[in-house]
């Protein structure tokens, strides 16, 4: 444990889902062969001029708005000059005094208590091209040039690499059902850099922030915030000076790593882009992008609760954003909405995993979960049985029902001949039974396996269940 007060801050660069680029006709996309995604704009050829995608900035108005941000009306672009391989025209195309978005926060849950991180601001910009080096020799690929690119700065109001690990897992739950971002860590498309600093007191100044650039997951952004209050912690007990600079996580030896000094702030020249007219948003504008907004997974957690479903698969249908839209097209209907969970999370997930398909591929729809939800419901169909019918269910249009008679599944739902039942096998296990009455909890557990095997499956567990132990407990 630090001594010290850690202060963070982290700024996030999120690739926005877009058909083409910020600027230019070429397709926003991934993976595709190296400089295959490109055009005269992307490469910075003299003569060529911008042209500004609309839907980037309708992005950025969803993302402002998601984010509880004010949204800036008027807005110019500006442009960040420097040189490097990665920007072949020596300037990168940003928002640096208008920013879209200010002042918003994203509230997080932090030990039972709720906290907002304040969001400094949100700005539009450019993404470079990507650099590869092979040996002595660097690579550039183009593709990733000129992707529209939003930047999320918060103020430096985390004091913990926890703070700032469910921050980033809100941030990127919120972005992906925004629709606005796939966030995909592992591609590049959401790219983290945490700012640390350490004071002794509350009340003293901030103490020299450190930078940590560029990291590729949540756990290692977790990893380099708490190896980097380390490094401070021990540097501060020795009485030495913390030097304002860069540093990367290197994940193969588990630590920070020197990338450069900052002995002056960078002076990138700032001023606005010639080239591309001021953006003057309107109220309608902004009121239509808005109504676009799908319904956020906050909403959906306290409308699943407030259904009945548990807080497991209500935690697990919002990690599953397929599964949790499918769910919404049945949370205004009067049905059993956790067997309605059971059933998405449990064999028909399992169904998807095992096919490699999403739900969308299916012959499932609403008035099909609510059949079988109905039948389940109703004892008439078992768990044992829908494993046996489920193909059919999911691959086919026939009715549910009819798909039963044909397999020829007919379940015991007379409790009369369910209690017949129990009571031979009662009957049958004496020992079982002194041991269920002695406190042993695995004797009830075989007995239902015989009563199971007895019934071949043909019975609802729970009702089951349910009578085993009132037969028991006479």
Known sequence: MSNYIPTIGVEVHVELKTKTKIFSPSTNGYGEMANSLTNEIDLGYPGTLPRLNEEVINLGIKAATILNCKIRKVMHFDRKNYFYPDISKNYQITQNRTPIGYDGYVEIEIDGEKKKVEIEEIHIEEDTC?????????????NRAGVPLIEI??????????????????????????????CKIEEGSMRAEPNVSLRKNESDPFGTKVEIKNIGSISNVVAGIEKEIERQTK?????????????????KIGDTVLMRVKETGNDYRYFPEPDIPFVVLTDEQIEEVQKTIPMLPDERRKKYLELGVSETNTKKL?????LSDFFNTIIDEKTNHQIASNLLLGDISAYLNKNEKTIDETTLNKERILELIKLMEGNKLSSKNLKEILDSILETNSKIEEIIKEKGIQNITDDNKIIEIVKKIINENEES???????????????????????KGTIN?????????EELDK
Request: with cysteine; aromatic share 8%.
């Open 130 to 142: 990507k650099s590869a080096h092979r040996g002595e020799k660097t690579l550039l690929d183009f």
């Open 153 to 182: 700065v918060t103020k430096p109001c985390m004091t913990s690499s926890k703070e700032a690990k469910l921050y980033l897992e809100k941030l990127r739950e919120l972005l992906t059902y925004g629709d606005i971002s796939d």
């Open 235 to 251: 540097l501060y007990d020795k009485g030495e000076k913390i030097v304002p600079q860069t540093r990367r996580y290197d994940d």
């Open 318 to 322: 919002i990690q599953n954003r397929n």
């Open 433 to 455: 039974v002194t041991d269920y009455k002695n406190g042993h909890d695995r004797a009830i557990k075989y007995l239902m396996g015989q009563v199971m095997k007895e019934t």
């Open 461 to 469: 567990p729970k009702i089951a269940m349910e009578i085993l132990k």
